[in-house]
């Protein structure tokens, strides 16, 4: 797996790392400090934290404020504002203020459609997949689930065609989920909604019966690559297209300018003809992208 430059994070083979206990912190967010870290988590990552967000955001940086210790948000504004380049510290906060649920077969009739239509299509159409890898990119991939969810389903789907070879690389601007995607240790209650079928062979089972985890076998780990990557980077810097890029349940968090802005670099990052899957509550409807809609919230590049 590759490395995520100074964001620091390191493979860590089979161990969870315990925080240690943080103090309690009463300091309290006010309108002023509220405009000042929102518009900076806006110029930085384009997610967008309306007024009565202000709570969540007060608790959500308090995090930060315990962990250094720090009493009052005037020094926490010392630390990330008073430098001109971005800090560790500046990666910490955005940890702390991006949502990360995930689930495995999150939208099952994604999973569906891309081996009974997509997959078909791009092999009959393009060799995709046969003359050189399938290039798949989980763009916001949190903990890794999406990413290994679509490694267990194209590991089903070589059963019947062996030629078939894909890339995964997942990518995400939180570094604490891609520790987790390293990792690939899940509470087991979280891979209720994997098939038993691909369970036994995807997944291995700890012994603890009072700390039920499973971790992704070392085979599907090898295959899913990561990234730290932020969507708000004017380049990418991917040297090949994508033939699929699932970024689903990421746009929700933007406004309508940056979901524009963003849809049209991913669409430059993908291949004509292949495959975009967004999450069911995003829609593209009024933006003006070459894309089609071939299924629900699945679009090909015209
Ligand atoms: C709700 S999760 C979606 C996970 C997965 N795609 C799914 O549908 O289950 C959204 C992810 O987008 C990431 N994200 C938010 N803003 C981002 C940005 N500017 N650049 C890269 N990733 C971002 C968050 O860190 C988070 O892990």
Known sequence: ??????????????????????????????????DRFSKLVYDHCGIKLPSHKRSKLGARLRKRLRAH?????????????????????????IDVVTTNKTDFFREPAHFDYLIQSA????????????????????????????PYNLAMVFKEFQLDRPDFRFDILGTDICTGVLEKFVQGIYAEVKAAPIPEKLK???????????????????ELRSLARFRRLNFMDDNFGFREPFDIIFCRNVIIYFDRPTQERLLSKLVDNLESGRYIFLG?????????????????SVYRKI
């Open 1 to 34: 797996m590759s490395d995520v430059g100074n964001a620091g994070i390191k493979q860590n083979e089979g161990s969870l790392t315990v925080a240690p206990a943080l103090k309690k912190c009463d300091a309290r967010l006010t309108d002023p400090d509220f």
């Open 69 to 93: 210790p720090l009493a009052s948000f005037e020094e926490y504004a010392e630390l990330i504002f008073s430098r001109d380049e971005p800090t560790q510290e500046l990666i910490k906060l």
């Open 119 to 146: 997959l078909p299509f791009l092999i009959e159409t393009f060799g995709a997949g046969i003359n050189k890898p399938l290039n798949i990119w989980s763009a916001g991939c949190s903990t890794g689930k999406e």
């Open 200 to 218: 036994k062979k995807y997944l291995l089972r700890s012994k603890d019966p009072e700390n039920r985890m499973v971790r992704i076998v070392p």
């Open 280 to 296: 069911h509550s995003e829609t593209l409807l009024g933006l003006n992208l070459p894309l089609k809609q071939v299924a629900p």
